[in-house]
């Protein structure tokens, strides 16, 4: 008992390591990070954890869960990256974890080492624990309780079920409904394509109560929120979030149907490749391996439902990652898995091709953007990728396909590692938020005009006020002869005004967006 809890605690150490590397490395800058962790700030400067406030105004794009551990990250490593990232690191690492445990516990060993290194060689699943975004915890929440309610049907330790419906209930205070939708979906296919689905297996599962305790726990911050708001964040969370980005596109992140299918896709990437080659044997064993038939349904439902999405965006997808790489770790662990070299030679030689254009567009991508132009050499990190890439295919061909798996998710892993210790601060170097850093630095007298950058405030661990008509601006400089105008508004009126009456100090594109961030200050 002694070796196997000390088994899991090192691999959890390894495993977070990586999701944890250079979190703190480079600066909060991304629109949903800056806003979550800065309401977090928020939230712990003024010790107020019912109603979440971005730049002092009401955010109600999301529930508190992850404002709290990101308070308490604040609280253990000061307000910072760091802070802010930690948990989503540790819930990663949990998620992954648990994940190898149920596999491990339910199919063998090998399959759940293979779980876990197609989940970890994942460059866009791992990138998504070093963001302060509460996408972590939903995806830590839903895959647990989903493994949870698996161990319940396979074992019937109602313990299972208990820790099921509290991890529920937690999922909807990380990001609302969808965290009871998904479950609730999986075990209908499941139970369906099991041939079980009668009223006496689904009272087995005591439904009824069990979401009674998931809403339970979620329910008395919701009606607290909505009392201290007056029903703002109810309605704009609940209708505007939940329902309107269903229903409508929201901020352009719309698309076909089958776009939601390579979200899926991208984030298994490379791993999700093998999923090519599992169909056959999906169709002939999921009839009696439970496991591939639970971890179906799982991925089915999730992409599912963010397919009948109008919104879509790539992080909705990623609580089916972990059953996605269950399915394509059952398939390796199989025979028949290494019987076909031709079908192996194009999922390489279509890896090398795809690896081979990264480091081109990647310097493309960054001699045309304004800002990092200078910066374009760093896509020649890049060409690690193509080099890994022809190196499995050279094994492959040699006839050592499980050593060139094992070449790529190394290479992969190394790849992320260079990304977020080395790329990413030299890239968010150039960003308005340090740029500005030598104007901004412990000046008072600030005023936002219209808009701004949403990396400002919890950067510079401060509220703006902010103004949208001009006499309110004027107003404010003649009160403050020695203050600044910050804005990254993009109306022509606006910046016409601001040049004819103000002297521009500083001006600074947004890195891969289409904004500039001036500051202006009295001629």
Known sequence: MKTRKAFYIFLFLLVFSLLNSFSGAYPIYILDEAKNAEAAREMYENASYIVPYFNGELRSDKPVLHYYFMSLGYKLFGVNAYGARFFSAFFGALCLLFSFYTVRKVANERTAFWTLGLLLSSLFFVQEFHLAVPDPYL?????????????????????????????????????????????????????????????????????????????????????????????????????????????????????????????????????????????????????????????????????????????????????????????????????????????????????????????????????????????????????????????????HLKKNTFKALQMTAMGWVFMYLILFGHIYPQLTAFSPVEKAKSILHNKENIIVFSRMDAAFPVNYQRVYPVVKEYNELEQWILNHPDGLILTNTRDREQLKFLEEHYLKIFEQKALFENHRTRIFELK
């Not at 439904?207 to 008395?220: D, K, N, Q, T, Y």
């Open 139 to 395: 995806i830590f929440f839903v895959t647990a309780s989903l493994w949870s309610i698996f161990l319940f049907d396979q074992t019937h330790q109602s313990k299972w079920l208990f820790a099921a419906y509290t991890l529920t209930g937690l999922g909807i205070l990380s990001k609302g409904p969808i965290a009871l939708v998904i479950p609730v979906g999986a075990m209908g296919i499941y139970l369906l394509w099991s041939k079980r689905f009668s009223w006496n297996t689904i009272k087995s599962f005591r439904p009824l109560a069990g979401i009674f305790w998931s809403v339970l726990i979620a329910f008395p911050w919701f009606y607290f929120v909505h009392k201290e708001t007056a029903g703002a964040f109810t309605e704009g969370f609940f209708l505007d979030h939940n329902i309107s980005r269903f229903s409508a596109e929201k901020e352009g992140h719309g698309g076909l149907f089958i776009i939601t299918w390579l979200f899926a896709l991208l984030g298994l990437f490379p791993g999700g490749l093998v999923l090519f080659k599992t169909f056959g044997f999906a169709k002939n064993e999921s009839s009696k391996n439970d496991l591939l038939r639970f971890s179906v349904s799982c991925a089915l439902i999730v992409i599912g439902i963010f397919s009948f999405s109008s919104t879509k965006l790539p992080n909705y997808t990623l609580p089916a990652v972990p059953f996605m790489a269950v399915i394509a770790a059952l398939y390796l662990n199989t025979k028949e898995a290494f019987n076909s070299p031709k079908k192996w030679t194009a999922v390489f030689g279509f890896l090398l091709l795809i690896t081979i254009a990264l480091p081109i567009v990647g310097y493309l991508a960054l001699a045309q953007e304004e800002s990092l132009s200078e910066l374009k050499s760093l896509a020649y990190y890049l060409g690690i990728l193509p080099v890994v890439s022809l190196v499995a295919l050279v094994l």
